[in-house]
Nanobody, 122 residues
């Protein structure tokens, strides 16, 4: 059972990145998938989430209108498209799974990836 994030890197303010969260050893079809981020010296915070069945999505206020979460079940992958990136988006981004629906608390997410670093800087 493994989640692997990829797609991070260095981008200038205003730029875009697409993060991927690929699962192996289990199917994401049965889980809600959330994206989280943690900047140095700060707590891990929820960024976005997508439900299992109805694909309802949610976003933190700080990323609404700029980030889009989507899932491609045939590839067992969830994506986070990040546009109009700002320096304050700099963080390690993690994906994690919860049964069926998005949850309010980090501890309700059971499987976590190792993270991918996103740096937004000129």
């Amino acid at each position: 059972v493994q989640l692997v994030e990829s797609g991070g890197g260095l981008v200038q303010p205003g730029g875009s990145l697409r993060l991927s969260c690929a699962a192996s050893g289990f199917s994401l079809d049965y889980y809600a998938v959330g994206w989280f981020r943690q900047a140095p010296g700060k707590e891990r915070e929820g960024v976005s989430c997508i439900n299992r069945r109805d694909a309802n999505t949610s976003y933190a206020d700080s990323v609404k209108g700029r980030f889009t979460i989507s899932r491609e079940n045939g590839k067992n992958t969830v994506y986070l498209q990040m546009n109009s990136l700002k320096p304050e988006d700099t963080a390690v981004y993690y994906c994690a799974t919860a049964p069926d629906i998005c949850r309010s608390n980090n501890y309700e997410y059971h499987y976590w990836g190792q993270g991918t670093q996103v740096n937004v800087s000129s």
